[in-house]
């Protein structure tokens, strides 16, 4: 996989990155991978250091400002984007590149809700949230079962234009902002199952507030289309 990078967002994540990094670097040893540190008040940064990555300084917090910033550093045709806290295995994005790139797909999103979820990753009230947020995706722009999904394959094409129109929101809007903008434009996305994991420690996501950012991200995003 000479052909990919590996996009990675990371906000106090010592905890996680560097098993992460070592579980990809063993499966694709020919992939780039980049972190993107989102001032990091841990060992975030020198951990992903350490494991000879490139690692990129964003001060402008939020997880869009993190991935403008990837997107930006990108010089391979094929990307992956996942989290940084090892809830999405590695292993599944092999298969997200192979639809990629052989089902003239520009966009692959590893869908959660179609796949392997552990026990507990997903709370009761998350999954219910991501279904509602899903449903209204699907009628607002294109059939989708899992719009917040964190694990994501790229084309080059598709991530110039994000670059190119933009993102705005900077927290956990992200996956709802670059869907609805990429459902609007004649790039075409593909959903394939993906596993998930519980994490390590506390979900930084807020059921709640940060369901409602998403919810109106979808909602204006269709608006203002």
Known sequence: MDDVTFMIPAYNEEESIGALLDRIMM???????????????DRTAEIAA????????????GKTNAMLAAFMNVRTEYAIMM???????????????DVLKGRGADVVLGSRLKGDVEDGAISRLNRIGNRILSLT???????????????????????????DVGLRYPGFELEAEMFS????????????????????????????SDG??????????????
């Open 137 to 163: 995706a699907t009628i607002l722009y294109h059939p989708v079962s899992d719009v917040c999904t964190g694990h994501w394959a790229f084309r080059r094409r598709a991530i110039d234009y994000l670059v």
């Open 83 to 97: 989290d940084a806290d090892c809830t999405y295995p590695p292993e599944d994005s092999a298969h997200l590149i």
């Open 27 to 41: 499966l694709y040893p020919d992939a780039e991978i980049i972190v993107v540190d989102n001032n990091s008040s």
């Open 50 to 61: 350490s494991r000879g990555v490139r690692v990129i300084f964003e001060g402008r917090q």
């Open 212 to 225: 409602f950012k998403i919810f109106r991200t979808l909602l204006m995003g269709r608006l203002k289309g």
């Open 181 to 208: 903008k990429l459902a609007r434009s004649d790039l075409r996305i593909v959903e394939v199952p993906i596993s998930y994991r519980r994490r390590s420690d506390e979900p930084k996501l807020s059921s709640l």
